[in-house]
């Protein structure tokens, strides 16, 4: 079935520097929605993309979907302690939404 | 806003009794879900249902069923729970279509002894 790897699982990083979360999947995708999850709480829809190369922005957050639609990133320009939390990439195929398993970011004051 | 509301946030149960977990939405959504999360295995799908009466399976129905006899209500039912379903449980729900991204409740930490 449908799978959706998502890399690292960890990050560590210093406030103000950038950090990247990348997710792969094994089959094309139709849409891939990313979701935050801050420490203790639920995870909130942050975005979809939906065309093959889509690039959209939010303040200091670019995601961008790969031409292949397979795989997408999501890149944190000069982090800030308000980062933290676990951020999921989730894939659509031909059925329902695949989550990866996260990637948990910590930033260091 | 959307709100999807969960019935508990902490719940400690026996092995082998049965438990309800309890999901409400408030936004005439189609589609409601049950995942699992554990730490290191992200977010599992349990079950999900399209529509009233409706459920399909997810990668981790075993030990598990659900009942959806309202539309804005969407129950998980452990029927003789174990230890290892001690774990953190996340309803959500979405509409069909374009704009389907999932709202997620606060989620219920079972654990079971």
């Known amino acids: 079935g449908q799978q959706v790897m998502q890399i690292p699982q960890y990050q560590h990083v210093q406030e103000g520097e950038d950090f990247t979360t990348y997710c792969n999947s094994s089959t094309t995708l139709s849409n891939i929605q990313w979701y935050k999850q801050r420490p203790g709480g639920h995870p909130v829809f942050l975005i979809q993309l939906v065309k093959s190369g889509e690039v959209k922005k939010q303040k200091r957050l670019t995601f961008q979907f790969g031409e292949a639609k397979k795989n997408s990133s999501l890149h944190i320009t000069a982090t800030q302690t308000t980062d933290v939390g676990t951020y999921f990439c989730a894939g659509r195929g031909s059925e329902k939404l695949v989550f990866g398993k996260g990637t948990k970011l910590t930033v260091n004051p | 806003d959307v709100k999807v509301t969960q019935s508990s946030r902490y719940l400690v149960k026996r092995t082998g009794e049965k438990v309800f977990l309890e999901c409400v939405q408030d936004?005439?959504?189609?589609?409601m879900f049950w995942y699992r999360q554990d730490p290191g295995l992200g977010l599992r799908l349990i079950y999900f249902s399209y529509d009233v009466k409706m459920k399909e399976k997810g990668d981790i129905p075993e030990g598990y069923s659900v009942s959806r006899e309202k539309k804005e209500r969407f129950s998980l039912i452990l029927e003789s729970a174990s230890t290892n379903q001690t774990s953190m449980y996340l309803c959500?729900?979405?509409?069909?279509?374009?704009?389907?991204?999932?709202?997620f409740g606060p989620g219920t930490r079972l654990t079971v002894l």
């Open positions: 936004m005439d959504h189609e589609n």
């Open positions: 959500a729900s979405s509409y069909t279509g374009a704009h389907n991204e999932q709202f």
